[in-house]
C-alpha cells in the first residue's frame, strides 16, 4: 500500500506539472477539520481536486447520499472517499456528520460552501455548522484557474457568529477565478 501511495502522489505531482499547476499552502496536521473549497463552478473542480489531494498525499472525505451505496457503484464511491448520508433519517445531515467525527480520530470532510455548481449569492451553512458543533477549525482550500494554483488558503476557527464569520471567509475569495468565473460570488 505504501509503494501505491508513492507512486500516486508521483503521478499526481506529474499531472499537475504538465497542466502548469502549482500548488500553495501546507497540508494541515489536525486530525479533524472541515475543508471547504471554493470556487466550485464545474465539475473540473472534483479531479483538479483528487488530483492535487494525490500530489500532496492526503485523503479527504465527501458526503454522497446513501442510495449510491449499492453494488458495484459503492467501490468506486468508497474509492473517492464517500461517506453515506441518509437524507431521509430522522437527523439532519449536519448531526448526522457531527456523529461521524464523534466516532472517528481523523477525519477530513470536504464540502463546497456554494452547494451548487451554479451562481449562487448565498452560501449553504452546513459546513460551518458541522465544524461549530463538532469543535474542529475550517480550512480554506482553493482551486484558482487564472492562476493556476489550488490548495489551502489558511485556518479559520468559527466563533459562532456565523453572520460575522461567513463575512471573513468570503473575503479570502476575493479575487479568485472559479473555471467558470462568472457563475463565483461572494457578498461585498
Not at 45 to 65: C, E, H, L, N, T
Not at 173 to 182: D, E, F, M, Q
Request: net charge positive; aromatic share 14%; hydrophobic share 40%.
Amino acid at each position: 500500500m505504501k509503494l501505491f501511495n508513492i507512486l500516486l502522489q508521483w503521478y499526481g505531482k506529474a499531472i499537475l506539472k504538465i497542466l502548469g499547476w502549482k500548488t500553495m499552502g501546507t497540508v494541515p496536521s489536525d486530525p479533524k477539520y472541515v475543508m471547504i473549497v471554493a470556487p466550485h463552478t464545474s465539475i473540473a473542480d472534483m479531479f483538479m481536486g483528487k488530483i492535487y489531494s494525490w500530489a500532496v498525499g492526503f485523503r479527504s472525505k465527501i458526503m454522497i447520499k446513501k442510495e449510491f451505496f449499492v453494488f458495484p457503484v459503492n467501490l468506486f464511491i468508497k474509492l473517492l472517499g464517500g461517506i453515506p448520508i441518509d437524507r431521509k433519517h430522522a437527523k439532519n445531515t449536519v448531526d448526522q456528520m457531527v456523529d461521524v467525527f464523534a466516532e472517528r480520530k481523523k477525519l477530513i470532510l470536504s464540502i463546497t460552501p456554494e452547494g451548487t455548481r451554479a451562481r449562487n449569492r448565498k452560501w449553504k451553512t452546513g459546513f460551518y455548522r458541522i465544524a461549530v458543533k463538532s469543535n474542529i477549525p475550517i480550512y480554506l482550500t482553493t482551486i484558482d484557474y487564472q492562476n493556476k494554483t489550488l490548495g489551502f488558503l489558511c485556518k479559520f476557527v468559527p466563533t459562532g457568529d456565523f453572520d460575522t464569520d461567513i463575512k471573513i471567509i468570503q473575503q479570502k475569495y476575493k479575487g479568485i477565478k472559479g473555471y467558470h468565473p462568472n457563475k463565483f460570488t461572494i457578498n461585498e
